[in-house]
């Protein structure tokens, strides 16, 4: 019996993951440029590229329509949305305002022991740097941030972080950080702000962090073609 209850429970985990690796695949998808604005998802393609049927493929897709990367047709089906330099901007906007928040109470509550285990992977972050590792330097930059999230003890606000988070591709996070490892230090700085339990500083070391991280990523999106680099920018043209 015992046997049979977790074999319905892992079924039905693996049911829920699977829209979310749609969702995973097509956002790429997009935000590479490999599929553009107003071109028609084809939900056969999909479901044989992820390997799964059309039921996941379709939760996927609602799940990007309330991301904004995808819209319903009716009778003609998903259709891809614009996704533009203000859209990234946003999202990171979003991002920095959660995590200045995160930082601010983690400044309040962190303790010597999570400041030991910050300094533990700056270490390995900065090893990782030095041989060249990307994904290392990814993944380490992500651990990073999710312990000073963790030592804020605030798991919802946490939560919602992560769901604006997830609106981009882990490897694009990974790039960024690979780029970003070759400036300033701001983990070193944000330990010590942290360390200090200075509140302020944290907190603008956090917002110049992420919107920096936004803009990176935006110069990687114009190299690899996303946008045509002569069009106007709208946040620029309004400004």
């Known amino acids: 019996m015992t046997e049979d209850v977790v074999g319905i429970h892992d079924r039905l985990a693996r049911r829920q993951q699977l829209p979310e690796e749609v969702a995973g695949y097509v956002r790429e ?10 071109e028609f998802l084809r939900m056969e393609r999909i479901a044989e590229a992820v390997g799964v049927s059309n039921t996941p493929v379709r939760e996927g897709l609602l799940i990007l329509r309330s991301e904004g990367l995808v819209e319903l047709v009716p009778r003609r089906g998903f259709v891809v949305s614009p996704f533009s330099r203000q859209d990234v901007r946003d999202l990171f906007w979003a991002q920095a305002q959660l995590a ?48 000073i999230n963790l030592a804020a003890d605030s798991h919802r606000l946490a939560l919602l972080l992560s769901s604006v988070v997830r609106q981009l591709p882990n490897r ?41 991280r936004g803009d990176s990523l935006i110069e990687i999106l114009e190299q690899r073609g996303l946008w045509d680099n002569d069009a106007p920018d709208p946040a620029q043209s309004a400004s």
Request: include cysteine.
């Open 29 to 38: 998808l997009i935000i590479t440029g490999a599929v553009r604005p107003g």
């Open 172 to 212: 694009f996070y990974a790039a960024i950080e690979t780029q970003a490892s070759t400036g300033g230090d701001d983990h070193q700085l944000l330990i010590e702000a942290l360390r200090r339990r200075d509140v302020p500083k944290a907190t603008s070391l956090m917002e110049r962090h992420i919107l920096a």
């Open 100 to 147: 200045c928040e995160l930082a601010a109470r983690a400044a309040r509550k962190i303790s010597p022991e999570q400041l030991a285990e910050l300094e533990v992977i700056l270490a390995q972050y900065d090893d990782a740097v030095a041989e060249g590792d990307e994904n290392r330097i990814g993944d380490l930059g992500d651990l990073f941030h999710r312990r």
